[in-house]
């Protein structure tokens, strides 16, 4: 912000070749005393200062420039974003796709919907003309927060929030300057709408915007093969052999190259082959296995 007096850390975005060694550039051009490393995060002491060296792709630079921006607009945007079932980082938007609807447990992918900032922010309700030209002051910032499309202060309750995000936002100034600015606000933005209902039409909507409904569909198609040929084929109908959990491996690779050159060869053969003819052929191979064996002691 223009009339911002003191500024904290300092937050670098660096994209280079994985050649570099970072750790030793760091080393040799700063000369701290201590260098913390934290998955792409570098953080390091410069002259009783923090610096932050974070490493992201190139295709992720700009979104990443926007996300770090005013203190914690990612973290805002991205509140609001899972609570509509989108996800918002460093690396753009996008949403995770489970086996089982509205069930966090069960196995998911990610699905990427767009790293371009401006089609993040139409699709968001955000005015992306107002986030260029700059905001005057911390309050001017706020308002163009709330003026979001799925902006709700409710999602801003603590008793919203899991402990973990209650933990980190107590530590962030900007986070608290805007709870306190929410209560000073009409909460006139409220929706009656089941919250299961909004997240399903908020991600179909995400889809038809991104146009990314053929991957979605090939992402079901291939999480519901993957269900089904670990229903049909896993090391669970091994783990009966010589008592040896560890050569179970073994055995199931043993069994697959009868059928299959590839891995990919067997993963189509097991989806196209019936249960009862799996367990058949994986009898047949223990009886073998059993008779070798035994032939091999006498």
């Known amino acids: 912000f223009p009339c911002k007096e003191s500024f904290g850390d300092l937050d670098v975005l660096i994209v280079c070749p994985s050649s570099i060694n970072i750790k030793n550039l760091i080393e040799q051009l700063f000369h701290p005393t201590e260098i913390c490393h934290n998955g792409d995060v570098y953080s390091f002491d410069f002259e009783q200062f923090q610096i932050d060296f974070i490493l992201v792709t190139k295709d992720m630079f700009e979104n990443a420039i926007v996300y770090l921006s005013y203190s914690d607009l990612g973290g805002l945007i991205g509140n609001i974003s899972h609570k509509i079932g989108l996800k ?35 699709f968001l309700g955000y005015n ?19 003026q979001g499309k799925y902006f709700r202060s409710i999602y801003f ?25 929410l209560n000073q606000q009409n909460q006139s933005n409220q929706s009656s709408i089941d919250q299961n209902e909004l997240i399903c039409n908020v991600r179909q909507q995400a ?3 991104f146009n990314k409904q053929e991957d979605n569909e090939k992402g079901l198609n291939q999480r519901e093969e993957k269900r089904l ?3 049909k084929y896993s090391g669970r109908f091994f ?27 067997f993963h189509q053969w097991v989806l196209n082959t019936d249960n009862d003819t799996i367990l058949s052929e994986i009898d047949k191979y223990k009886n073998e296995l059993k008779q070798s064996q035994s032939s091999a002691s006498n």
């Not at 009966?240 to 990919?264: L, Y």
């Open 229 to 231: 040929f670990r229903s």
């Open 88 to 122: 918002y980082g460093l690396q753009g938007l996008w949403m995770n796709v489970h086996t089982k609807e509205f069930d966090p447990t069960t196995t998911s992918t990610k699905l990427m919907l767009s790293t371009n900032v401006k089609d993040i922010f139409d």
């Open 239 to 265: 783990s009966d052999i010589d008592g040896q959990n560890r050569m179970i491996r073994v055995h199931m690779k043993n069994f697959e190259r009868r059928f299959a050159q590839t891995d990919e060869e």
């Open 157 to 181: 309750d603590d008793d919203q929030l899991n402990h973990a995000h209650r933990q980190r936002t107590a530590k962030r100034p900007i986070y608290i300057k805007f709870r306190e600015y």
């Open 128 to 146: 992306y003309e107002k986030y260029i030209q700059d905001f005057d002051n911390e309050n001017d910032f706020f308002q163009w927060i709330i």
């Open 207 to 209: 889809l038809i915007f």
